[in-house]
């Protein structure tokens, strides 16, 4: 059973920074691409970034330069890095693979005040 684990999310001023961390079990994690989405309240999930097993990635428009997704040297880790946050960017995080069928975490909350 693949499970992935988010971490990272908490409370910070408009203009801070955060880093989420997906964490997942299972080897083929190493070389498959992960994605993050988010979920605003009352809203369906929305893509965010995404990391190719190339290592090429790709961004939501609305966090292309803030935002960047990158994967530790052991592979076992991926990484949001989140900077210039805007009270926008308020919502569950999650981290999401595809690996014969979808999984995902169970996500992890930003919050962020102006």
């Known amino acids: 059973q693949v499970q992935l684990a988010e971490s990272g999310g908490g409370l910070v001023q408009a203009g801070g920074s955060l880093r989420l961390s997906c964490a997942a079990s299972?080897?083929?994690?190493?070389?498959?691409?992960v994605a993050w989405y988010r979920q605003f309240p009352g809203k369906q999930r929305e893509f965010v970034a995404r990391?190719?097993?190339?290592?090429?990635?790709t961004y939501a428009d609305s966090v292309r330069g803030r935002f960047t997704i990158s994967r530790d040297n052991a592979k076992t880790t991926v990484y949001l890095q989140m900077n210039s946050l805007k009270s926008e960017d308020t919502a569950v995080y999650y981290c999401?693979?595809?690996?014969?069928?979808?999984?995902w975490g169970k996500g992890t909350l930003v919050t962020v005040s102006s």
């Open positions: 999401y693979t595809f690996w014969g069928m979808d999984y």
């Open positions: 990391l190719a097993t190339s290592g090429s990635t």
């Open positions: 299972g080897s083929f994690f190493s070389n498959n691409a």
